[in-house]
């Protein structure tokens, strides 16, 4: 039998614009997972270092991170299109009800550093 779980937060970026000092900052703190750039676009998918135990602490975690970032690299955070904090869960048949909240004040300050939020759920393998 397989348990639903929480896996962990991905911030993933989204610019037209330069983002490779925000990307360094949080470099020194994460772990990028993903860094790509083209003519048209960068992306970047961060992750908290070490293991975190919910999607509340991991975000604040990474609120924390970006909050810290030099001047020039929280210019490229504003300049980037897509700030999303992605929350990812393995999917399984127990246990019946499984929930994760984030705090209020987790959502503030989501919401002051003007990222948002989505859920992505992987199927368990058999």
């Not at 610019?15 to 970047?44: F, N, P």
């Not at 955070?77 to 929350?87: G, V």
């Not at 705090?103 to 003007?114: F, K, P, V």
Request: charged share 25%; net charge negative; aromatic share 8%.
């Amino acid at each position: 039998m397989s348990e639903i779980q929480f896996l962990n937060v991905d911030l993933e970026l989204e610019s037209k614009q330069d983002i490779s000092v925000l990307v360094a900052d949080l470099k020194k703190v994460a772990t990028i997972l993903h860094y790509d750039k083209d003519e048209y676009r960068q992306l970047a998918r961060i992750e908290v270092a070490g293991e975190i135990t919910t999607p509340d602490k991991a975000i604040n975690h990474l609120c924390e991170l970006i909050e810290s970032c030099s001047r020039n690299a929280l210019k490229q955070w504003l300049s980037c299109s897509r700030r999303t904090f992605d929350m990812g869960f393995e999917s399984g048949t127990s246990p019946k009800c499984f929930n994760q909240a984030l705090h209020a004040d987790t959502l503030l300050r989501i919401s002051a550093i003007g990222a948002g939020v989505e859920i992505t759920i992987y199927p368990f393998e058999k």
